[in-house]
C-alpha cells in the first residue's frame, strides 16, 4: 500500500486506527495530546464510520494490518502514515528526515510490529473510550 489521491473522501486529517490495540490506541492518545491545533481526528476501525473508510481504502477491518491517515486529499498507509502525523505535530517536523530511510526499511519494521501488536501491547476488550476533551475528535 503507497499513498493515492483519496479526492472523493469528504474528510481530511482523519486517523483511521485499531480501536481495540493497546499500542495503537496509546498512540491515537499521544497525537491528540501534542496536536495542540487540534487538526486530527480519529476514528477506531471498528466504528461504522472506520469499517466505511478502511473498506474504501482496502484495509479489511477484520484484520487490519495497517493504520491509515488521510491528509492533504491522500491517504497514507504504515510509515508512511506515521511520518505523515508525527511531521504535522508541533515540534515534530525533523521525523521528516526519516523519509530518507528506504520505504521497504520502513515498512517491514512497520508490519513486524504491526503483526506483534496484540502479543506484545496487548489487546482492548473492547474499543479504548476517550476522555471527554478528546471525544469532540472521535468520528464514529
Not at 84 to 103: D, F
Request: hydrophobic content about 40%.
Amino acid at each position: 500500500m503507497t499513498s493515492r489521491t483519496t479526492s472523493p473522501w469528504p474528510d481530511d486529517d482523519v486517523i483511521l486506527y485499531d480501536g481495540v490495540c493497546v499500542f495503537c490506541s496509546r498512540w491515537v492518545r499521544f497525537v491528540a495530546v501534542c496536536d495542540v491545533e487540534r487538526r486530527f481526528r480519529f476514528t477506531a476501525i471498528q466504528s461504522g464510520y472506520g469499517t466505511r473508510l478502511a473498506q474504501a481504502f482496502g484495509i479489511n477491518p477484520d484484520d487490519p494490518d495497517t493504520n491509515a491517515v488521510v491528509h492533504g486529499g491522500e491517504v497514507f498507509f504504515k510509515s508512511d502514515a506515521a511520518l505523515t502525523v508525527l511531521s504535522n505535530l508541533p515540534g515534530w517536523g525533523w521525523v521528516r528526515v526519516l523519509y530518507a530511510v528506504p520505504k521497504p526499511l520502513r515498512d517491514a519494521v512497520y508490519s513486524l510490529v504491526a503483526r506483534n501488536r496484540y502479543r506484545i501491547f496487548g489487546k482492548y476488550e473492547e474499543c479504548f473510550v476517550p476522555d471527554a476533551g478528546m471525544r469532540a475528535r472521535v468520528i464514529e
